[in-house]
């Protein structure tokens, strides 16, 4: 079993199921740990050499750069709107990396 995989699928599916929190529960507290578990995450896959791992990245970061602004434009301009249209973003980012997990883990069995 390889663990650095397991950490970063962990930390992914952690990410998607805050933000799926935050859109049930319009609170800032799960908005943050929702941005924060995906930074985590995104940090964990720029080491990731593997065949979708430029993928991977690339959908993370784009989460990433969704569920910053829509922090700020929760608890600076005050708008749930815009912050509520960002986290689904953010979502479905969260939603194409885990099918890529899934893809690529598909692809590693065929090999063995």
């Keep these: 079993m390889d663990w650095g995989k397991v950490i970063y699928v962990f930390f992914s599916l952690m990410s998607l199921t805050s933000i799926a929190g935050f859109l049930y529960e319009h609170s800032s507290v799960a908005l943050f740990v929702a ?22 990245l690339a959908s993370s970061l784009v989460a990433d750069l969704h569920l910053i602004p ?40 065929d090999e063995y």
């Design 35 to 56: 941005g924060s578990l995906n930074l985590v995450s995104t940090f964990l896959k720029i080491g990731v050499r593997n065949l979708l791992s430029a993928e991977l």
């Design 70 to 109: 829509a922090f700020i434009y929760l608890e600076v301009v005050g708008n749930l709107e815009w912050a509520i249209a960002l986290a689904i973003g953010a979502l479905i980012a969260n939603v194409f990396s885990v099918g890529l997990v899934y893809i690529e883990s598909s692809k590693n069995r």
